[in-house]
C-alpha cells in the first residue's frame, strides 16, 4: 500500500493537501499527518513513505532538519517542500538534500498537487503491481510440485527480468530491505530478483556472470550475509542451472536446502545436492500433526505438565523423522500448543508472558527447542486438572444466559465429551446439565424476587427461551412455580 506523509504546523494546509490527494483516489488511511518536525520522526519509526510534504517553520524541528533526518534513513523517498518563504538559503538547503520539489504555498493550486503525486506515485504503485505479480507467480512455482520447467516468455509475463543464462538461488530467514542491494553491488551477479515466500523466506533468484566459478560466487556472497548476521542465521543454495526456464527447480531446491539445515544444522557434507529434498507434508502427515497437537493439550487438561512435556517433544522429533521439512508448519503448531497451554493455565500461572515469537523467529531446530524447555520449566509443576473443571465452572457461571452445551464446553477446555462429563461428575458432585440448570434456576429465582420483569423475560435472561419449558423446569427444582413464588 502506498503512504504518503503531510508535515505542517497549520491544520488548513493538511487538511487542503489531504482533500486534494483523496480527490486521485488516494485514501485518507493511506495518508499520515504530522504537525511539527518530532511527530514526523516518530512516524518515521515505524513506516516507511512513498511520499512527503513538508513545510519549513515549523515548531520543535523545522522542515531543513527534518530533511536531513529523513535522508539518513532513506535516501531515495521524494520529498516536496511547500513554504511561504522564497528564501535562497533554503532552496540551497534543499538541492543539496536532495528535495524534488520546492514549491509556494501562495502560488499552488489543486491541480498542482495533483499533479506532483501522480508523478511520483504512478511508478511506485506501477511497480508494486508488478512485485504482487511477480511474487504470486514464484509462490504458485514454489508450492506445486507438478511444476519443473517453463517457457522464457513466463518469466517476462511476470516481471522476473533474468536473462536466459546460467542462474542460482539462496533462501533466507530475513526480511531486511538492504540485502538485495548487497547481492546487487556484487559484479558477479546480475538481474536479482526477489520475493518473500507464503511461509518466511526471503529468496533471491541471480544471474551468474560468464566465466565465473558459481561455488566460489555463492560462498562469497553467503558469507558476506552471514557476517552481517553474527553467523547466527543460514542460508538454503541452490545449484547452478543452465537456464532460469528451470526456476521452479531452483526455487524448490533453495529452500529445502534451508529447511533441511534448519532441522539437522549446518553440516554442508550431509546436505543432498537435489531438488527432491524438498518435502511438502502431504494431507495425512498435517491431519497427523493436528491430531497429535489435540492430543498434547488433553494431556497437559488429563495428566499434568510433565506428560504434555514429553509429547510436544515427540511431536517435534516426529518432523525429523518422518522428514517433514517444513519449519513453519513446525512453528505454527507448536505456538498452538503454547497459546492453548496458556489459554488454559490458571490466574495464578498467568505470569508465564512467554513470548511465542521466539518459536517463531528461531532460526535453528536446536534453537527452537531451547526456547521450548524454556517455556515448559516456567509452568509449576502443581498444575493438575482440578484449575480445568473450575475453569468450566466459571465459565458456566459467566456464560448461563447463553446456549452451552457439553460438546462446546468440553471443546473449551481440550477434553473428548465422555470424559469431560464423567471428569466434571467426579469433581462437582453434579452432572453438567444438573450444574447448569442450578445456575440458572438460583438466578431465575432472584429475580422473580427482586424484579418486576415478567416471567418470559426471566426466562430468557437466564437462556431458557422457551416459558413453558422454563416453568417446567423451575416447579421441578423448586416443587414450586414461578407464579406461586411472587404471592
Not at 504555498?105 to 505479480?133: C, G, T, W
Not at 530491505?177 to 526471503?202: A, R
Request: charge should be negative.
Amino acid at each position: 500500500m502506498i503512504k504518503i506523509m503531510i508535515v505542517d504546523d497549520e491544520t488548513l494546509i493538511r487538511q487542503w493537501l489531504l482533500m486534494c490527494l483523496n480527490h486521485i483516489g488516494i485514501a485518507s488511511d493511506m495518508i499520515d499527518e504530522a504537525s511539527n518536525g518530532e511527530e514526523a520522526l516518530s512516524l518515521l519509526e515505524n513506516c516507511v513513505y512513498d511520499l512527503i510534504f513538508t513545510d519549513i517553520t515549523m515548531p520543535k524541528l523545522n522542515g531543513i532538519d527534518l530533511i536531513k533526518e529523513i535522508r539518513q534513513k532513506d535516501a531515495n523517498v521524494p520529498i516536496i517542500i511547500l513554504t511561504c518563504h522564497n528564501d535562497f538559503s533554503f532552496a540551497r538547503a534543499a538541492i543539496k538534500y536532495n528535495v524534488y520539489e520546492y514549491l509556494m504555498k501562495n502560488e499552488l493550486s489543486q491541480s498542482d498537487i495533483e499533479r506532483i503525486a501522480v508523478r511520483f506515485l504512478k511508478p511506485m504503485i506501477e511497480q508494486k503491481e508488478h512485485s504482487l505479480i511477480r511474487n504470486n507467480f514464484m509462490n504458485t512455482l514454489l508450492g506445486d510440485l507438478s511444476f519443473e520447467k517453463i517457457n522464457f516468455s513466463d518469466l517476462q509475463d511476470h516481471f522476473i527480468f533474468l536473462s536466459d543464462a546460467p542462474c542460482f538461488a539462496l533462501a533466507l530467514d530475513c526480511h531486511e530491505p538492504g540485502i538485495c542491494n548487497n547481492l546487487m553491488d556484487n559484479e558477479k551477479v546480475s538481474n536479482t530478483v526477489s520475493f518473500y515466500d507464503e511461509n518466511h523466506l526471503t529468496i533471491f533468484v541471480c544471474n551468474l556472470n560468464e566465466k565465473m566459478d558459481s561455488s566460489e560466487v555463492i560462498g562469497k556472497i553467503s558469507s558476506k550475509l552471514l557476517r552481517s548476521w553474527n553467523n547466527k542465521r543460514h542460508i538454503g543454495v541452490s545449484r547452478l542451472y543452465d537456464s532460469p526456464c528451470f526456476l521452479p527447480l531452483i526455487l524448490k531446491e533453495a529452500v529445502s536446502n534451508w529447511e533441511y539445515i534448519f532441522f539437522h544444522g549446518d553440516d554442508k557434507e550431509k546436505i543432498p545436492n537435489t531438488s527432491t529434498l524438498y518435502t511438502s507434508s502431504e494431507q495425512q502427515l498435517k491431519q497427523k500433526i493436528r491430531d497429535m497437537k489435540d492430543k498434547i493439550l488433553f494431556v497437559f487438561s488429563t495428566l499434568g505438565i510433565d506428560s504434555c512435556k514429553e509429547q510436544t517433544f515427540a511431536l517435534c522429533n516426529f518432523f525429523k523423522e518422518h522428514h517433514i521439512y517444513d519449519s513453519n508448519l513446525l512453528k505454527r503448531t507448536i505456538n498452538e500448543i503454547i497459546i492453548g497451554i496458556e489459554n488454559k493455565l490458571s490466574a495464578n500461572f498467568h505470569n508465564i508472558n512467554y513470548e511465542t515469537g521466539r518459536i517463531t523467529n528461531s532460526s535453528y531446530f536446536t534453537e527452537l527447542i531451547s526456547y521450548l524447555k524454556e517455556f515448559f520449566e516456567n509452568i509449576p509443576s502443581t498444575y493438575n486438572i482440578m484449575s480445568t473443571i473450575r475453569e468450566a465452572q466459571e465459565y458456566i457461571i459467566l456464560h448461563y444466559n447463553e446456549p452451552i452445551s457439553l460438546k462446546t464446553l468440553a471443546h473449551k477446555v481440550f477434553l473428548s465429551e465422555e470424559y469431560f462429563s464423567r471428569l466434571f461428575k467426579k469433581e462437582t458432585g453434579q452432572t453438567f446439565t444438573d450444574y447448569l440448570m442450578s445456575i440458572r434456576m438460583d438466578r431465575a429465582y432472584k429475580l422473580l424476587l427482586n424484579s418486576n420483569l415478567n416471567i418470559n423475560e426471566i426466562a430468557e435472561m437466564v437462556g431458557i427461551p422457551n416459558p413453558s419449558y422454563f416453568s417446567s423446569q423451575f416447579k421441578k427444582y423448586y416443587k414450586i412455580s414461578p407464579k406461586d413464588v411472587r404471592k
